[in-house]
């Protein structure tokens, strides 16, 4: 039986209040969108900040600080689910549909999305962008792509807050609140799920935005996971198991891509 958090991000649910008018077009077409342009946004703020102190940015570049200045993403989207969810009716926490008595099944659930899905689609994505945009599959990317070099109290930032809050918040704008609402306001699903794995992706272009041709190939990589991660989604209708998943990643990611320096 489904918990109340659960059915209030129910179809069912979602159609009532679209029909009532609690739910517009630009609530869910906004969270598509403000990541990538929040990631932009927050690039720019650190490197006029860099600017305005003098500081030189050839020991630490900027595009390498992302994971430090990307929770200003989170707290931005944040605040707009907060005011949107406000006119629903619904809390934050509603979207969430955290169940103890399925913990068991919603960790086997993450723990397929991190050894399955993620390589998988990733691996798909990467060589596919490495062949469009580079003419390679082993393509010359730009430094800092990969392995990023910090200081000590950056890199325990990264480590051990980061990911809690970005994968949780990426979770809940597109998987909890953008794709059931875009699925209800366009009446199709699939394009609700390429609508939203484009802005999902884009945002990743901007992780950090180092120049034109790594960001197409940061859209082309990451567009197959947020395809296969929205399709989860739409199969369990809970995003709990999706935010063990992705907790798993991004850990990963900054514990093996991140150096002190």
């Known amino acids: 039986m489904a918990d109340a958090h659960t059915i209030l991000n129910s179809k069912i649910e979602i159609n009532k209040r ?4 609690q739910i517009k077009w630009y609530g ?17 703020l650190v490197i006029s900040l860099f600017i305005a102190l003098k500081r030189s940015s050839d020991a630490y570049p900027v595009t390498a600080w992302w994971t430090v200045y990307s929770t200003l993403v989170d707290i931005g989207c944040l605040l707009f689910l907060f005011f949107l969810l406000k006119r629903e009716g619904i809390k934050l926490f509603d979207l969430v549909s ?7 099944t919603d960790l086997l659930i993450g723990l397929g999305i991190l050894v399955i899905i993620f390589p998988l689609t990733i691996g798909i994505g990467s060589n ?4 469009l945009v580079y003419g390679s599959l082993k393509p010359d990317l730009p ?40 699925q209800i306001l366009t009446g199709k699903t699939w394009i609700a799920v390429l609508g939203v794995g484009f ?14 041709n790594h960001a197409i190939w940061l859209l082309i990589t990451f567009f197959p996971l947020t395809i296969a991660i929205q399709l989860v989604y739409l ?27």
Do not use: C
Request: glycine letters at 6%.
């Open 18 to 21: 679209v029909v009532n008018g």
């Open 28 to 44: 869910p077409v906004l969270m598509v969108f403000a990541r990538p342009l929040l990631a932009l946004l927050s690039q720019g």
């Open 98 to 104: 955290f169940d103890r008595s399925k913990l068991s």
């Open 128 to 131: 596919l962008a490495s062949i």
């Open 143 to 182: 430094p800092g792509s990969f392995i990023r070099i910090l200081p000590l109290w950056a890199v325990l930032y990264s480590r051990l807050i980061w990911w809690i809050i970005w994968s949780a918040t990426e979770e809940l704008t597109y998987n909890a609140y953008a794709l059931p609402r875009l």
């Open 199 to 212: 802005g999902w992706a884009l945002q990743h272009s901007f992780l950090p935005f180092i120049n034109v």
């Open 235 to 261: 199969k369990y209708r809970r995003l709990f198991p999706l935010i063990i998943g992705h907790w798993a990643m991004d850990f990963f990611s900054v514990v093996f891509m991140l150096k002190v320096g």
